[in-house]
């Protein structure tokens, strides 16, 4: 992560303000990338709409794609915490339904991400932190390598909410959980025949 180091001989109250600037960069940029693509948005719009000095923006952030992979982590970390028991679970269509509708829930926000100019670093965020958890919980018996099945999975998902997002007659969440579910879900938990 490009965020710069906060820590370190800093006083908690300093740590703690930081922090809050922080929280107040992330939603500024959250409610700017609704309005228009990220290409479009400066760092001036950003601290006038956080409330913040233009300097202190590069004291917790060296640019613009800094502040986004930190919103993006943010956002893929909750994703996936809906997306894991997908491999877990026996219902892999509960929580399906449980992942359509936290992003229906957030739409504007994860159109923007997916349709405009972070789409790409959501995609690599959300590979990555896949990978990451699957070290940490192994996925059960699967004919697919493992990282194959998340690079997958991930790589569905992905296109699916996008075109989901991007409809202008969207199916319901409930729909389109089962559609994830039999398209980036089911095929790799077929049995090896």
Known sequence: ????????????????????????????????IVEKPLEQITIRELTAAAGVAYATYFRNYADKEALLHDLVADEVATLLALTVPLFVTVDSLASTRAL???VWER??????????????????EYQRQALLMREKQPLGESWLPADLAVSFCVAGLV??????????????????????????VMPLMQPDE
Do not use: F, Q
């Open 107 to 124: 739409r504007d926000l994860w159109r923007a991400l997916l349709t405009g100019g972070a789409a790409g670093a959501m995609k690599t």
């Open 1 to 32: 992560m490009t965020l710069l180091s906060t820590t370190g001989g800093t006083p908690a109250s300093s740590r703690g303000k930081s922090r809050r600037t922080r929280m107040a960069l992330r939603e500024a940029l959250l409610a700017l």
């Open 100 to 102: 359509c509708a936290y």
């Open 159 to 184: 296109e699916i909410l996008t075109w989901w997002l991007k409809h202008e007659d969207p199916p319901s969440a409930h729909d389109m959980a089962e559609v994830i579910n039999r398209l980036a």
